[in-house]
């Protein structure tokens, strides 16, 4: 599973050594697409944040993923993604690639981060918007094109349906900076 | 046509309208905005796919045991439980299709002339289908016939000499070649089609359904289809060529027909559809050079795993030598509960305005059904049903009914 962030972090004032926490609900999703408009969705709501004041850390428990069909499910954790030898989701984003926008303000823009997902760490691209609404608060959604082969996992297919190796992954959690 | 034969037309119309595939909309609880990963039709129903039937076992059928551990599905969930096994070859999908069972149906019609004739009882067995199905695919080559016999009725879909409509008949509902191109999202076929329209269940008798002529029993019409998959919508449109399997030509209607789909979320479709045929004469009405048309809009909503919402609207607008233009309204609205996986509780409410056949005024109707994947290729369905058709000048006919059914797809 992969995680994308969407944070940018600007000038230098603004990214002080202040940490980063979330706050409130998070939503993380992947889609996978097949033949003749075949999709399937998984979600989950867990994702964890550490700043270590250098860059953010963004980590998703993949045995959390649900798409809504439980064998679905078992083939994707055991077959595919083997959350057991690879429990975790990892995306790595220096804080000096990203930018805070003020308070009213809405940002929109790319960031790079390092994803480790079954064993393997790339380099993704990340689209992002960031919109800050309230003093501390940043509401931000992110999207990511992540092609599963390169992380090492086989192309899930079953029965005849197979899905393609390129996953959309989106985002959406609120951030505040202390 | 008199009040009686009116009320007993729409009291027989209830019977032997076999439902000759299955095709559950409500398959978007799991996010299955469209058919062709199940079906050999990219617009649902009839023949399914290896990962169909697999389907049956993950999300289908009641769970009564441990499950396979490895997942995989079961050789039961193939052809006859599995019993050609691996001499079955991959591109080879066969189906054969038994849905028999009662029907009950009272009528009541207050404006009759006589008390006898103001209920009327009726209760009898029906073979609603008994088909044979089979698909092959071959690469991007796709082709799929059907063989069946019908008791009664489902004379449009007869391969023989049609003597007595409510005879037993040799049918073929549908047949047709085709290709699967740009990955499967691009599906051509050429053959005796289902008409594309509205949303495709397995309740023909649904007015929508039955009046637009766009369901399983035997309004599938000759002609050319182009439909299309993409990850937002679906869509297929076809050009009517008539169907070749009633005579003389004049009663052949020709057109076109097609639907759009778009899928707002994974739980959450909306569409359009729209028909236009013309035929020299109207089989059904009886009426010269007539001009039918529908067009209307269908909704699919999961607000949960367990619950499916459908709805559809069709406008109706006919024109003919005899009736001149007129204009009716057709919709229905559906809710589909899974108490248990396996077991559904269905509520249909449905409504008819088409001022013709003797019927003025809106028809209701409501049903209630239970439907029970009680075993693997075993459903048992039991329906009961109620519909007002006003009539002019005198109180409205009740039809009040219920029906159950062994349906077994194999």
């Keep these: ?178 | 046509m008199s009040v009686r034969v009116l009320t007993w037309t729409l009291a027989l119309c209830l019977l032997v309208h076999p439902r000759a595939a299955l095709a559950f909309p409500w398959m978007i609880k799991h996010n299955y905005t469209g058919c062709q990963s199940c079906h050999v039709d990219p617009s649902g129903g009839g023949v399914m796919t290896d990962y169909g039937r697999a389907q049956q076992q993950t999300l289908l059928e009641t769970q009564w045991g441990a499950h396979n551990p490895e997942g995989e599905a079961d050789s039961n969930t193939q052809f006859l439980y599995g019993a050609l096994g691996s001499s079955r070859p991959e591109w080879f999908l066969p189906e054969v299709s038994v849905r028999a069972g009662g029907l009950f149906t009272r009528s009541v019609n207050l404006g009759a002339a006589s008390d006898e004739g103001q209920v009327r009882d009726v209760m009898v067995p029906v073979v609603m289908a008994a088909d044979v199905r089979a698909a092959v695919v071959v690469g991007a080559f796709r082709a799929m016939a059907s063989l069946g016999v019908a008791p009664r009725r489902a004379f449009a879909a007869s391969l023989t000499p049609v003597g007595d409509i409510d005879g037993p008949k040799l049918v073929s509902r549908d047949y047709w070649l085709g290709a699967a191109l740009l990955e499967d999202a691009l599906f051509i076929r050429a053959g005796r089609l289902t008409v594309p329209f509205g949303i495709r269940s397995v309740e023909h008798t649904l007015w929508a359904r039955a009046v637009t002529r766009t369901d399983f029993n035997d309004t599938q019409q000759h002609g050319v289809a182009v439909a299309y998959a993409a990850e937002s919508f679906r869509t297929e449109v076809m050009a009517i060529a008539g169907n070749f399997q009633v005579g003389p030509d004049g009663f052949r209607e020709r057109g076109a027909s097609g639907y759009l789909e778009y899928a707002f979320a994974p739980n959450l479709t909306a569409g359009v559809s729209s028909l236009v045929t013309f035929a020299r004469f109207d089989r059904l009405n009886l009426e010269a050079n007539t001009l039918r048309q529908a067009h209307g809009l269908f909704a699919r909503y999961a607000p949960s795993p367990d619950l499916a919402l459908i709805a559809e609207l069709d406008a109706l607008v006919r024109g003919s030598q005899q009736g001149g233009t007129q204009a009716g309204v057709v919709g229905y609205a559906q809710a589909d509960l899974e108490v248990v996986r396996g077991l559904h509780l269905l509520g249909t409410v449905e409504f008819l305005r088409e001022d013709q056949r003797g019927a003025t005024g809106m028809q209701l109707g409501g049903w209630l059904g239970l439907s029970w994947f009680a075993a693997r290729g075993l459903e048992v369905r039991l329906d009961g049903f109620a519909r007002q058709t006003p009539v002019q000048g005198q109180p409205s006919i009740s039809n009040l009914g219920s029906v159950l059914l062994l349906h077994f797809y194999l």
């Design chain 1, 1 to 178: 599973m992969v995680l994308s962030l969407g944070l940018l972090l600007g000038t230098p004032e603004v990214a002080s050594a202040s940490e980063f926490t979330l706050q409130g609900a998070t939503q993380v999703s992947f889609t996978g697409k097949g033949p003749a408009g075949f999709k399937l969705v998984g979600t989950t709501g867990k994702l964890s944040l550490k700043d270590d004041g250098q860059s953010l850390t963004f980590t998703v428990p993949l045995d959390s993923l649900d798409t809504g069909i439980e064998l679905r499910n078992r083939h994707m954790k055991e077959k595919y993604l083997e959350t057991a030898r690879f429990p975790q989701a990892v995306l790595v984003v220096k804080r000096g690639e990203l930018l805070v926008p003020a308070q009213g303000e809405t940002k929109s823009g790319q960031a790079k981060g390092l994803l480790t997902l079954h064993g393997e760490t790339r380099e993704v691209v990340l689209r992002y918007r960031a919109e800050r609404a309230a003093a501390q608060t940043t509401k931000v959604t992110s999207q990511v094109k992540v092609n599963f082969k390169d992380f090492g996992v086989a192309v899930p297919s079953y029965m005849g349906i197979t899905v393609k190796p390129d996953i959309d992954v989106d985002v959406s959690f609120e951030i505040t900076q202390a």
